[in-house]
């Protein structure tokens, strides 16, 4: 159990603003991990093994992509106790994203908004971090998160997502593709029928060069957003099957404010996280369930902000969760309440 409890560091770090805040967070981090002085933060990890993919996670926790955008600090999160951690989003080349400000704190919803549009020091560098981190070799699950330059036109995204899948192939337990930021221009586009379609098409044909090139088989995801209908979601999940992804993670930021309305940056332009996009979330969990069937491997992530949350999501149908916003909001000891709630949550499933 961590030394320093978060309710010590929130008003701090609340009180500056909150990419500043974000920043000074991950420097520290990355200084001090694999030092003594990660017991400030550190959880034990709670084993509550599942095979997902074919991966076994050692717990039903893990933290979501954007947080680490460049790698920097696999094993300071990993110490937190999570079960698996992605990274990313990475891009081919590096990007420095949106203009600032691009973050913002909503703590009376427990939200945030961020227009931070990918911004990261691009592919290589990425590789190089995750390449340093031990986190892998003691058995937890790594995933890495891949996204398209802004710069790339829409009609050529399938290019950056091929270097990108090509890049990370042989660094990754799992492989996100993320076509679901509202942050970067006609991104979204991508989860159309046809545009998906053939996007997957292109990712399946690689991924099986790069299966017989580096002799082992690395699962796809696909992160998709909660803004879509029940239409959509049925022709997401068709499309997925039909191309042999191995997963999904539902869902990413919404652009929907009904649920912080008359609250202050409400209308800021960006992807809304935290407790309002519970519901919409859950609500394509379970749709997505309910078409894919009992086996297809589905992350959920989206408002968990306590244990209460992280159940309703396994209750709609995911296999395991992630948490970002809430561990902001909430600090490390979330991740061993969620755990321990879940471990506790399966042990009753078996005795049933």
Request: aromatic residues 6%.
């Amino acid at each position: 159990m961590s030394l320093l409890p978060y309710s010590l560091a929130r008003p701090f770090l609340f009180g500056l603003d909150p990419e500043t805040a974000h920043e000074l967070t991950l420097q520290s981090l990355a200084r001090v991990q694999g030092t003594p002085l990660e017991w400030a933060y550190c959880n034990g990890l709670v084993e509550d093994p599942v095979t997902l993919a074919g991966l076994k996670f050692p717990n039903r926790v893990g933290l979501a992509a954007g947080l680490d955008k460049n790698a920097r600090c696999i094993d300071a999160l990993g110490a937190m106790g999570f079960g698996f951690v992605e990274v990313g989003t990475v891009t081919p080349k590096p990007q420095p994203g949106n203009p600032k400000p691009r973050m913002f704190r909503l703590p009376q919803a427990n939200a945030l908004i961020n227009r931070l549009g990918f911004n990261n020091d691009g592919l290589e560098a990425f590789v190089a971090n995750v390449q340093r981190a031990s986190f892998r070799r003691k058995g937890r699950i790594l995933g890495l998160n891949i996204g398209k330059n802004a710069a790339t036109p829409i009609e050529e995204a399938t290019s950056d997502y091929l270097k990108g899948l090509a890049g990370v192939y042989p660094h990754a337990d799992y492989v996100t593709v993320n076509i679901s930021s509202p942050n970067t221009s006609n991104l979204r586009s991508l989860q159309s029928d046809a545009a998906l379609d053939a996007l997957l098409s292109e990712i399946a044909a690689e991924r099986e060069k790069l299966a017989a090139q580096h002799g082992r088989r690395v699962p796809v995801f696909v992160k998709i957003a909660p803004d879509l209908d029940e239409a959509q979601v049925e022709l997401i999940a068709a499309t997925l099957k039909r191309h042999g992804m191995d997963g999904v993670i539902a869902t990413n930021t919404t652009v929907s404010r009904d649920a912080v309305q008359g609250l202050p940056h409400a209308q800021e332009a960006g992807g809304l996280s935290g407790a309002p996009v519970l519901e919409a979330s859950n609500r394509v969990i379970r749709r997505l369930r309910s078409v894919l069937g009992p086996g297809f491997p589905i992350i959920g992530v989206g408002g968990i902000l306590s244990s209460k949350d992280a159940l309703a999501k396994i209750d709609a149908g995911a296999d395991v969760v992630q948490i970002y916003t809430g561990l902001i909001y909430r600090g490390p000891a979330l991740v061993d309440e969620i755990a321990r709630a879940l471990k506790g949550e399966s042990l009753l499933a078996q005795k049933a």
